[in-house]
């Protein structure tokens, strides 16, 4: 069983900066995931913002989000990041962390075998 639980997320203003945290526990061969930040916004299906594959070589970014977030992971701590720069209120959604062994960098949400609950982010203008 693996379990994903993100932190982070929060009520800011446009133009702040948040970093959302992924903590990965359970029987997991963490070195293996494809790691993703997902988000949904109310009324709106659920999107990737950003992807780093298995092997931490490849990454895929949202058009929205490219130049501004920054996903990052740390193996030792078996933690993913999201970091968030420049925030605007379209970036409000709940931001789901999600793991898919071995998949590819351009993988569905539905080949994701492992979702955390979410975090809300919510920026005002």
């Known amino acids: 069983q693996v379990q994903l639980v993100e932190s982070g997320g929060g009520r800011v203003e446009a133009g702040d900066s948040l970093t959302l945290s992924c903590r990965i526990s359970g029987r997991t061969a963490f070195s293996t995931y494809t790691m993703a930040w997902f988000r949904q916004a109310p009324g709106k299906g659920r999107e990737p913002v950003a992807v780093?594959?298995?092997?931490?070589?490849?990454?895929y970014y949202a058009d929205s989000v490219k130049g501004r977030f920054t996903i990052s992971r740390d193996l030792a701590r078996n933690m993913v990041y999201l970091r968030m720069n420049d925030l605007k209120p379209e970036d409000t959604a709940v931001y789901h962390c999600?793991?898919?062994?071995?998949?590819?960098?351009?993988?569905?949400?539905?080949?994701?075998?492992?979702w955390g609950q979410g975090t809300q982010v919510t920026v005002s203008s």
């Open positions: 999600a793991a898919n062994p071995y998949g590819a960098i351009s993988a569905p949400p539905d080949d994701f075998d492992y």
């Open positions: 780093l594959g298995w092997r931490a070589i490849t990454t």
